[in-house]
Structures are given as structure tokens and as C-alpha cells.
């Protein structure tokens, strides 16, 4: 079982280009969810979506958006990549939206020059 | 304002048990206690969570204080491959999980 996965592993990319993240489950999970880590900043949650066809925004949605299509997927991204968005990215999924463990990818280390 | 207070770090000896505390004093009563943890160069992993009782589980145990103003993650042996950044997270209604920056353990064989 793959769980999720996520793509690219990591990526350098010039400012101002776009960028989508790619993040695939196989668990049939309903809640899917896109976090960012910076050192010293912990996880932030950019983007969620507790079933397909719905979105929100979480604590850092700003120059970002996600988008999802189905059950499987949902990616995440960068219409035109700044410095600030230099990061480790990490989708996740859970059963449900609420009180059912995350499930986390292993990152796309992201560095935006 | 977070909701919850954990050391920035803690050492622990290979073999022996592991008390993690966390503080959430401003606790709801119908807010969960999770807790994760993040080996280094990976992705956040589930390791417990509950509401009133204590639990248990294969990785650890969770002790929820009688008045739920805190909690202590109970790893019974430490092992190497234990030494992780562990969060404690206060989860509400619909609220979506807030990471905090942690514990991190640090285990010495």
C-alpha cells in the first residue's frame, strides 16, 4: 500500500515560474490536506478539502491554490513562485475531516531562487 | 494563542520508559488530544489520540489528566529509532489539526 504520495521530491525553481505539487492517495480517504513547514515555524496548513469538489483555506493560503477533482488527488499550486514560498511541503489525508488520523506524505522540498 | 505547551526537548535513555508532557489548560470539553511525531527527513506520523480515558495503543500510551488540563505521551521503552519531534494538538468541532513547534527526544544508547 502506497499511501500517499507526493511529486516532485524536491524542486529549485526560478521566481515568478508556476509550480504544481502533486499529491495522490490510495487509502480512498475523503479529507485531504496540503501543510508547509518552515524551521522554527512548525507546520502551517495552506489548503484542506474534507470531500472531492470542495476546498477551503487554512492558516497560510496566499499565493496558492489547490484543487479536487476527485478522491485521489490534490495539488497544490503556485501560479508565480516567490522566495517566501521556499519550504518542505506536506500533503496528508484522513478517513474523515474531523478526529480521524492524518496520514502525511514524505514532502517536496521546495526552493524558490 | 496556542492552545498547548510542550518542552522544547527531552533526553531519554535506549530501553527505558519516556514521559512526554503537554499542557492544554484552556481545553473544551469535546476537544480531542492528539498526538504525532516527525522523524527527521520525514513526514509527520500518528501516534495516539483521545478525549477523557486513557489509551493505548502498539507505539504508546496516552494519560489524560482527570481534569483534562493536561496529558502525558508514554513511550515504555525508547528506542533509536524513538527520537522524533513529538506535538501534542488540541483539536476542536471541525478545527483542522495546528501543529505547535513540539518536543524534540533525544535518545541516547
Known amino acids: 500500500i502506497a499511501g500517499i504520495t507526493q511529486a516532485p521530491t524536491s524542486q529549485i525553481l526560478a521566481a515568478g515560474r508556476r509550480m504544481t505539487l502533486r499529491c495522490t492517495q490510495d487509502?480512498?480517504?475523503?479529507?485531504m490536506y496540503w501543510y508547509r513547514q518552515d524551521l522554527g515555524l512548525g507546520l502551517r496548513l495552506i489548503h484542506y478539502s474534507n470531500t472531492a469538489g470542495t476546498t477551503g483555506k487554512g492558516e497560510v493560503p496566499d499565493g496558492y491554490s489547490v484543487s479536487r477533482a476527485n478522491t485521489d488527488d490534490f495539488p497544490l499550486t503556485l501560479a508565480s513562485a516567490v522566495p517566501s514560498q521556499t519550504s518542505v511541503y506536506f500533503c496528508?489525508?484522513?478517513?474523515?475531516?474531523?478526529?480521524?488520523?492524518?496520514?502525511f506524505g514524505n514532502g517536496t522540498r521546495l526552493t524558490v531562487t | 494563542d496556542a492552545k498547548t505547551t510542550q518542552p522544547n526537548s527531552m533526553e531519554s535513555n535506549e530501553e527505558e520508559p519516556v514521559h512526554l508532557p503537554c499542557n492544554h489548560s484552556?481545553?473544551?470539553?469535546?476537544?480531542?488530544i492528539h498526538w504525532y511525531r516527525q522523524l527527521p527527513s520525514q513526514g509527520p506520523e500518528y501516534v495516539i489520540h483521545?478525549?477523557?480515558s486513557n489509551v493505548n495503543n502498539r507505539m504508546a500510551s496516552l494519560a489524560i489528566a482527570e481534569d483534562r488540563k493536561s496529558s502525558t505521551l508514554i513511550l515504555h521503552r525508547a528506542t533509536l529509532r524513538d527520537a522524533a519531534v513529538y506535538y501534542c494538538i488540541v483539536q476542536g468541532g471541525s478545527e483542522k489539526l495546528v501543529f505547535g513547534k513540539g518536543t524534540k527526544l533525544t535518545v541516547n544508547p
Open positions: 483521545g478525549l477523557t
Open positions: 496528508a489525508s484522513s478517513l474523515t475531516g474531523w478526529n480521524s488520523p492524518l496520514h
Open positions: 484552556t481545553i473544551s470539553g469535546t476537544d480531542y
Open positions: 487509502m480512498r480517504h475523503n479529507a
